[in-house]
């Protein structure tokens, strides 16, 4: 978890309520990554960067949103909270070397939510 | 679509034993697989890449296989100890090399 930070690290909301999670590193990786991981479905992607201001839909990116205004700092936003969207949120940044793709990821250490 | 699939049944052994789990892959071989460890309430946590092109890596008591005609990797643990009990999660790269898709993870118990 070295480098990376997420905030809150818990979290219990209501159904229909904005909720914005954070991700901040002081590895000066320029890409960062948004996985929920849910049992029987395991680690997901949902959005991800690979610069200040560029991102990209994942997986399940559906009702979430995401912004980089910073290298540093990467916002995950369910605009309008759902029960479905009870999980575990990960964030996650590598340092890919030119034209090598992903290369290793290094994860924080997550946010629980609950949207009730 | 780049399926990953792992044994979604934990793995008990016995303290001292070699632990051998199993990655699936479906479709084109990627360029790459990873293995990750991940223990409760925690991150993943980076442990090994193999290459396409290698067929065994080893880093300490870890070796992983990659057999592109079985497309299949096997994570071995060697002389298993309890605090190796975790979580252990297969991923691939995709085609354009942007995002990783990992697999459900096998839990691992390994006992005294």
């Known amino acids: 978890d070295a480098g990376i930070t997420q905030s809150p690290r818990h979290k219990v909301t209501e159904t229909g309520t904005p909720v914005t999670l954070r991700c901040h590193q002081t590895e000066n990786h320029r890409y960062m990554y948004w996985y929920r991981q849910d049992p029987g479905h395991g680690l997901r992607l949902i959005h991800y960067?690979?610069?200040?201001?560029?991102?990209d839909k994942g997986e399940v990116s559906d009702g979430y949103s995401v912004s980089r205004s910073k290298t540093e700092d990467f916002l995950l936003t369910l605009e309008s909270a759902t029960s479905s969207q009870t999980s575990v949120y990960f964030c996650?940044?590598?340092?890919?070397?030119?034209?090598?793709?992903?290369?290793?990821?290094?994860f924080g250490p997550g946010t629980r939510l609950l949207v009730l | 679509s780049q399926k990953i699939e792992q044994n979604s049944e934990a793995l008990n052994i016995q303290e001292g034993k070699t632990a051998t789990l199993t990655c699936n892959y479906t479709?084109?071989?990627?360029?790459?697989l990873q293995w990750y460890r991940q223990d409760p309430g925690r991150g993943p946590v980076f442990l090994l890449l193999?290459?396409?092109?290698?067929k065994e890596k080893r880093k300490e008591r870890l070796k992983v296989t990659f057999d592109t005609t079985l497309k299949q990797s096997l994570f071995h643990i060697t002389a298993s100890q309890p605090a190796d009990s975790a979580t252990y999660l297969c991923a691939r790269r995709n085609n354009a090399g942007n995002m990783l898709t990992f697999g459900g993870g096998t839990r691992l118990m390994v006992k005294p």
């Open positions: 479709n084109y071989s990627p360029a790459y």
């Open positions: 996650a940044i590598s340092d890919p070397k030119q034209g090598q793709g992903v290369e290793t990821q290094y």
């Open positions: 960067s690979y610069g200040v201001k560029d991102t």
């Open positions: 193999i290459r396409e092109n290698e």
